[in-house]
């Protein structure tokens, strides 16, 4: 049984970080693209951050400089660590997995969530 378990999520102060975790198991996952989507209340849930088999990171534009995304192959994990957080950044976050990493359509395999809230 394929699972992706989030860690890490929790309430910080603007300006404030996180790391998030994801650990996988199930299969090998050394050649998808594992992500970091978040949605946010009454909104879709989008693009954050992904990386590749050959870990190279990929960033939307609102992230970039503030988050960093890194993978572990040999511990199945990869990780989102979160600096300066801003209240828009307050979504759940997925990790996920999948072979394109732009879309959701994109990825197989989903985590069930970590609540992220930053506060003013």
């Known amino acids: 049984q394929v699972q992706l378990v989030e860690s890490g999520g929790g309430l910080v102060q603007t300006g404030g970080y996180l790391r998030l975790s994801c650990a996988a198991s199930g299969r090998t996952f050394s050649s998808y693209y594992m992500g970091w989507l978040c949605q946010a209340p009454g909104k879709e849930r989008e693009f954050v951050a992904a990386?590749?088999?050959?870990?190279?990171?990929y960033y939307t534009d609102s992230v970039k400089g503030r988050f960093t995304i890194s993978r572990d192959n040999a511990k199945s994990a990869v990780y989102l660590q979160m600096n300066s957080l801003k209240p828009e950044d307050t979504a759940v976050y997925y990790c996920a997995a999948g072979l394109l990493f732009r879309t959701n359509e994109g990825y197989d395999y989903w985590g069930q969530g970590t609540q992220v809230t930053v506060s003013s």
């Open positions: 990386i590749s088999w050959s870990d190279s990171p």
